[in-house]
């Protein structure tokens, strides 16, 4: 079978509290950045991204932030639903002619009703 | 919908004997790839092709390889499996070019998940 995987780091909200999901990028070069969510037996699901020429990028429920001067990107959820439990990665992209993604490692989102 | 399809969901195979998954896309994006996702772990790029380009990851083994007939398909065939390759495989499309107002956003097939017997 798989061999065991690391722990995740975890976050636990309750239902209708504000969630803040936290990642540090390792590459100064990178310049565009991506948070996904991925449910338990799927695949990653885009939520929102955000380039280097930005600090912060607002979508439905959802804002990210982005300090490059320390490499740390944060995903806010506001009124965290349920349905926002999942596992969050950030990924980011150091753009030019590198087009892949380098993911982070993953935090485990609990919303308590 | 435009979207990225993945075949089968489940596939049980038995240590050592061939398995091939398969991945289509009708995103007509240029780039296919292949992660390896273990147990709360981060998606690991296994390969990935740019059209007809392959590009094998420094440390994936040889036991992994990839074809892509036509833009659309994508196949990962892992040619003897062992019980440490029991994981999510995981087929993302992008567009590949990295340009002003263009991401790189990678698009995610729902995953298959392989048991090795």
């Known amino acids: 079978g798989e061999s065991v995987g690391l722990h995740l780091p975890t976050l636990s909200v309750q239902e209708g509290d504000n969630s803040i999901i936290n990642c540090a990028y390792s590459n100064s070069a990178s310049d565009y950045f991506i948070w996904y969510k991925q449910e338990s037996g799927k695949g990653p699901q885009f939520i929102i991204d955000i380039r280097s020429n930005m600090d912060k990028r607002q979508g439905q429920r959802v804002t990210v932030l982005l300090n490059k001067t320390v490499k740390h990107l944060s995903l806010q959820i506001a009124a965290t639903q349920p349905g926002d439990s999942a596992v969050y990665f950030c990924a980011e992209n150091s753009g030019g002619s590198n087009y892949k993604l380098t993911f982070g490692k993953g935090t485990l989102l609990t919303v308590n009703p | 919908d435009a979207m990225v399809i993945q075949n089968p969901r489940y596939q049980v195979t038995q240590f050592g004997k061939p398995v091939t998954l398969s991945c289509s896309q009708t995103?007509?994006?240029?780039?296919m790839y292949w992660y390896q996702q273990k147990s709360s772990q981060a998606p690991k790029l296994l390969f990935h092709?740019?059209?007809?380009?392959?590009?094998n990851e420094a440390d994936t083994p040889d036991n992994f390889q990839s074809r892509r007939p036509n833009t659309s398909f994508c196949f990962l065939d892992i040619r003897s499996p062992g019980l440490g390759d029991a994981a999510m495989y995981l087929c993302?499309?992008?567009?590949?070019?990295?340009?002003?107002?263009?991401?790189?956003?990678?698009?995610f097939g729902p995953g298959t998940r392989l048991t090795v017997l």
């Open positions: 993302a499309t992008s567009v590949g070019i990295f340009a002003a107002g263009v991401g790189n956003e990678q698009f």
């Open positions: 995103l007509n994006h240029n780039v």
């Open positions: 092709y740019y059209d007809k380009d392959f590009n």
